[in-house]
């Protein structure tokens, strides 16, 4: 059974930091590119950072380079740990955070090719 979990939402002031986890069991995990997507009230859910399998790559959308930092852990053979550092934050970037997973390498930056996701974790920057 894969099930990916988030954790680290919360409320926050813009300005401030938070650092989202999202642990993958099931061995496939560790061969497979994670992604961060997020989707705020009245819109759709939208790309933010994607990890290749292996962590040598990365990639961002505009709107967080230089403020999010995506790396994961593939230390346990049946568990992966993807995390998403969310710097000097803003009232823009209040949404629900997904984490999610495919085969696809480079991975891709469009919902519709992920097949695994978790359930969301909620994150809210004030002004």
């Known amino acids: 059974q894969v099930q990916l979990v988030e954790s680290g939402g919360g409320l926050v002031q813009a300005g401030g930091s938070l650092r989202l986890s999202c642990t993958a069991s099931?061995?496939?995990?560790?061969?497979?590119?994670m992604a961060w997507f997020r989707q705020a009230p009245g819109k759709e859910r939208e790309f933010v950072a994607a990890i290749s399998w292996s962590g040598s790559n990365t990639y961002y959308a505009d709107s967080v380079k230089g403020r999010f930092i995506i790396s994961r852990d593939n230390a346990k053979n049946t568990m992966t740990t993807v995390y998403l550092q969310m710097n000097s934050l803003k009232p823009g970037d209040t949404a629900v955070y997904y984490c999610a997973a495919d085969f696809r390498d480079p991975p891709a930056d469009w919902v519709s090719e992920y097949d695994y996701w978790g359930q969301g974790t909620q994150v809210t920057v004030s002004s």
């Open positions: 099931g061995s496939s995990f560790s061969s497979m590119a």
